[in-house]
């Protein structure tokens, strides 16, 4: 089972960018396709983005397409979430985790089987 660990989480105005980093242990990341969610008070969760082992296939939630990009650097581990134009609404708790589904455009929560513990973003107006 490969452990997962989220950060870069923070505090920042809106129009500003973040980047959140997706580092794993236990097993190399590439082995597995590895999606971005986010959970918001009193909103359920919710999908974000999505990459495929090689990272040729990449695949975004409708409210992100143009602002966030997702890509993975399987020599370090890592699975990376830009986040620019940030708006009040991306406010959440991000969590990112991994599949050993062979799908592309993943998007499904039950796919995946290994998630991290999520770090916050908070975006003010």
């Known amino acids: 089972q490969v452990q997962l660990v989220e950060s870069g989480g923070g505090s920042v105005q809106a129009g500003n960018s973040l980047r959140l980093s997706c580092v794993a242990s236990?097993?190399?990341?590439?082995?597995?396709?590895v999606g971005w969610f986010r959970q918001a008070p009193v909103k359920g969760q919710e999908f974000v983005a999505s990459?495929?082992?090689?990272?040729?296939?990449?695949h975004y939630a409708e409210s992100v397409k143009g602002r966030f990009t997702i890509s993975r650097d399987n020599a370090k581990n890592t699975v990376f979430l830009q986040m620019d134009i940030l708006k009040p609404e991306d406010t959440a708790v991000y969590y990112c985790?991994?599949?050993?589904?062979?799908?592309?455009?993943?998007?499904?929560?039950?796919?995946?089987?290994?998630w991290g513990q999520g770090t916050q973003v908070t975006v003010s107006s």
């Open positions: 985790a991994a599949s050993n589904s062979f799908l592309e455009n993943l998007d499904d929560p039950r796919r995946f089987g290994s």
């Open positions: 236990g097993r190399s990341i590439s082995m597995y396709a």
């Open positions: 990459i495929t082992r090689g990272g040729f296939t990449k």
